[in-house]
């Protein structure tokens, strides 16, 4: 069983930082596909950025220069870095992960494990 536990989620005015964690085991941070998400208007949820396990990432287009998806392998952490936010940046923001050598992209909706999500909540 794969478990993914998410924290760093808070409120900050437009303009601001946070960083998202998720922590997992060793084995699922150094070899899974790893992401994070967050619901869109009118799609079931979007693709912020993505992570393999050679580390190569792929953002969203609305988040590509203020978000960095990174992973800590000694940790067990995912973390995604959230610079420069907006209000239309506020959501809930969930960490997922998939089997080693899976499609790893934001276009993906259906991967197979999913933490329980933490807020981010962006003022104008």
Known sequence: QVELVESGGGSVQAGGSLRLSCVASKYVINNY??????????????GV????SYETMYYADS???RFTISKDNARNTLYLQMDNLR?????????????????CHVSRRNLGYWGQGTQVTVSS
Request: hydrophobic letters at 35%; glycine letters at 8%; charged letters at 25%.
């Open 63 to 65: 988040v590509r220069g």
């Open 49 to 52: 950025a993505t992570i393999n």
């Open 33 to 46: 596909c790893l992401a994070w998400f967050r619901p869109a208007p009118g799609k079931e949820r979007e």
């Open 87 to 103: 209000p239309e940046d506020t959501a809930m923001y969930y960490c997922a992960a998939d089997s080693p050598g899976s499609w």
